[in-house]
C-alpha cells in the first residue's frame, strides 16, 4: 500500500471515529500515531515524540490562547453583557423587531472581548431571552436569534479559532484579526437585516419595544465604555503595532478584569474562571498534539501534496474549487464542531487553495483570505443540525420551545451568512483592506 493509499485509509477511521463520538483530540492523536508506525516504523516514531509535546507548546503565539479564555471568563462573569444588551435595547429597541436586533449589536459587542461563541451565546441567552419573551416576541425569533447571534463571538476578533488558523497556516495573528474586522461587522449588519425582514413579513413575531429618552440613552451607553475601552485597546494595539497579540491580550485580561471587580465578581467567581480556563485550555492543547501528530503523518504520506496536484491537474475553475471546499465545510458542520473542522482541513484544504490563481492574490493574502472565509463557515455549523452548538445551548435556557422551533429560527440568519459568503469570495477586498492598509 503507497503512503497516499494509506492516509486515505487513515483519514476515513478517523472521520469513522469521530461519528462515534470519540473526542477529537483522542481520535487524531490514535489515527496520527498508528499511521506514523505503519508508515515509518516504532524507532522514527519514539523519535518524533520526545520533542512533539514541547516543540508545539514552546510555540510563544500559542500564550494567547489561555489569555483570551480568560479574559472572556472575566466578561462572562463580570456583568458586561447587561451593560451591552442595556445600551443597545435603548438605542434600537423601540423599532419593530429592534430588541433582537439590540440582542444581536449585544452579542458582537460581548464577542469583541470573548472571542468563543458558546460563551456569547450561553451568557447573552440569559440576559436578552426573558426580555426577549416578556415584549411579545415569538419563540421561534427569539431563540434563532440568540442562537445565530451567538456565532459573532468568533467573528469579531479576538477569536480563539482564528488564532488556531494563523498558528496551523503559519500566517500572522495581528493580520487575520485585520482581515475579519469586516467580515464580522458584515455579519452582524446582516442578522440585523435578517431579523427587519421576518419582522416585516410576520409583524406580530417581534413588536416594537418601549420606547426611551435620550438620558437614558446616554446613561446606559456611559455603561459599555470599557467594552468600548478593551476593544480599541486591544484589537488597535495590535493594528498600530504597539502590542504583540499576546501582550494586547495581557492587557485586555488585566483590563477585563478590574472592570468585572468593579462589578460585582469577587474571589469565589475569579477562582471558577482560573478553573474554567484550565479547563478550555488544556482540551485545545491536548487537541493540537494530536493534529500535529496527524499533520506529520499525512505530510509523510504525501497525501496533502498529490491531493493538491490532483486537483490543479483537474483544469476546474478555482471559484468552482474553493465554492466546493467551503460547500463541504458547510456538510462536516452537521457533524464536527468549528475548532476539529479548522484542525483537521487546513493541511489537507490550504495547499489546495494556495494552488489556485485566485484574483491575482500571491501566497500570503490567499491564506489570510481563506482563514476569513473558512472561518465564516465554519461558524454556520453551530447553528446547523444535527449539532448546533449554539442552539442547544439555547435550548437549554428555553426548555419549553421545541429544538425544531428554534431551527427554524434560524433559516433567515443561514440565509444571511450565505450571502455573506458569496460577497466575501467575489470580493476579497472586504477582507484585505485593512491588512493592506497596516503594511
Known amino acids: 500500500m503507497s503512503g497516499v493509499e494509506l492516509g486515505a485509509l487513515m483519514f476515513g477511521v478517523l472521520v469513522l471515529l469521530l461519528l462515534a463520538r470519540v473526542p477529537i483530540g483522542a481520535a487524531m492523536f490514535a489515527v496520527g500515531l498508528a499511521g506514523y508506525v505503519l508508515l515509518t516504523g516504532w524507532l522514527p516514531l519514539a523519535s518524533y515524540l520526545k520533542n512533539a509535546a514541547f516543540g508545539r507548546f514552546a510555540v510563544y503565539d500559542l500564550s494567547v490562547i489561555p489569555l483570551f479564555l480568560l479574559m472572556g471568563?472575566?466578561?462572562?462573569?463580570?456583568?458586561?453583557?447587561?451593560?451591552?444588551?442595556?445600551?443597545?435595547?435603548?438605542?434600537?429597541?423601540?423599532?419593530?423587531?429592534?430588541?433582537?436586533?439590540?440582542?444581536?449589536?449585544?452579542?458582537?459587542?460581548?464577542?469583541?472581548?470573548?472571542?468563543s461563541s458558546l460563551a456569547t451565546a450561553a451568557t447573552m441567552g440569559q440576559v436578552a431571552l426573558p426580555e426577549l419573551r416578556r415584549h411579545g416576541y415569538s419563540p421561534r425569533l427569539a431563540?434563532?436569534?440568540?442562537?445565530a447571534g451567538g456565532t459573532l463571538?468568533?467573528?469579531?476578533?479576538?477569536?480563539?479559532?482564528?488564532?488556531?488558523?494563523?498558528?496551523?497556516?503559519?500566517?500572522?495573528?495581528?493580520?487575520?484579526?485585520?482581515?475579519?474586522?469586516?467580515?464580522g461587522l458584515l455579519a452582524a449588519l446582516g442578522y440585523m437585516a435578517a431579523v427587519a425582514v421576518y419582522v416585516r413579513v410576520l409583524p406580530g413575531a417581534g413588536p416594537a419595544g418601549p420606547g426611551v429618552?435620550?438620558?437614558?440613552?446616554?446613561?446606559?451607553?456611559?455603561?459599555?465604555?470599557p467594552v468600548l475601552a478593551i476593544f480599541v485597546t486591544v484589537v488597535g494595539g495590535i493594528y498600530g503595532g504597539i502590542f504583540t497579540p499576546t501582550e494586547a491580550a495581557s492587557v485586555g485580561t488585566l483590563a477585563?478584569?478590574?472592570?468585572?471587580?468593579?462589578?460585582?465578581?469577587?474571589r469565589r467567581q475569579f477562582a471558577q474562571c482560573l478553573l474554567a480556563t484550565a479547563e478550555s485550555t488544556a482540551m485545545i492543547f491536548f487537541i493540537l498534539l494530536g493534529a500535529d501528530l496527524l499533520n506529520v503523518f499525512l505530510a509523510l504520506s504525501q497525501l496533502p501534496a498529490e491531493l493538491a496536484a490532483w486537483v490543479q491537474g483537474l483544469g476546474m475553475n478555482p471559484l468552482a474549487v474553493l465554492f466546493a471546499i467551503l460547500l463541504l465545510y458547510v456538510l462536516l458542520g452537521c457533524v464536527m464542531d468549528a475548532l476539529s473542522?479548522?484542525?483537521?482541513?487546513?493541511?489537507?484544504?490550504?495547499?489546495?487553495?494556495?494552488?489556485?490563481?485566485?484574483?491575482?492574490?500571491?501566497a500570503t493574502e490567499k491564506a489570510i483570505w481563506f482563514g476569513v472565509l473558512a472561518l465564516m463557515v465554519v461558524e454556520i455549523g453551530l447553528i446547523t443540525p444535527p449539532v448546533g452548538m449554539n442552539v442547544y445551548v439555547i435550548n437549554g435556557l428555553a426548555r419549553d420551545v421545541?429544538?425544531?422551533?428554534?431551527?427554524?429560527?434560524?433559516?433567515?440568519?443561514?440565509?444571511?451568512?450565505?450571502?455573506?459568503?458569496?460577497?466575501?469570495?467575489?470580493f476579497p477586498i472586504l477582507s484585505l483592506a485593512l491588512v493592506r492598509w497596516m503594511q
Open 73 to 115: 471568563n472575566f466578561a462572562t462573569h463580570g456583568g458586561l453583557s447587561q451593560a451591552l444588551f442595556g445600551a443597545a435595547a435603548a438605542l434600537i429597541g423601540h423599532f419593530r423587531g429592534g430588541l433582537a436586533m439590540a440582542a444581536i449589536g449585544a452579542c458582537a459587542g460581548f464577542g469583541a472581548i470573548c472571542g
Open 143 to 147: 431563540t434563532g436569534t440568540l442562537a
Open 153 to 183: 463571538g468568533i467573528l469579531i476578533p479576538p477569536s480563539v479559532v482564528l488564532v488556531i488558523y494563523a498558528i496551523l497556516a503559519q500566517q500572522n495573528i495581528g493580520k487575520l484579526f485585520a482581515a475579519a474586522v469586516v467580515p
Open 213 to 225: 429618552g435620550w438620558r437614558e440613552r446616554l446613561r446606559q451607553l456611559r455603561a459599555v465604555w
Open 256 to 266: 477585563t478584569a478590574l472592570v468585572a471587580w468593579r462589578r460585582g465578581m469577587r
Open 341 to 362: 473542522m479548522i484542525l483537521l482541513t487546513v493541511p489537507i484544504f490550504l495547499p489546495i487553495v494556495l494552488g489556485l490563481d485566485l484574483f491575482g492574490l500571491d
Open 402 to 426: 421545541p429544538m425544531a422551533e428554534t431551527f427554524r429560527g434560524i433559516l433567515p440568519f443561514l440565509a444571511a451568512d450565505a450571502l455573506r459568503i458569496v460577497v466575501l469570495v467575489f
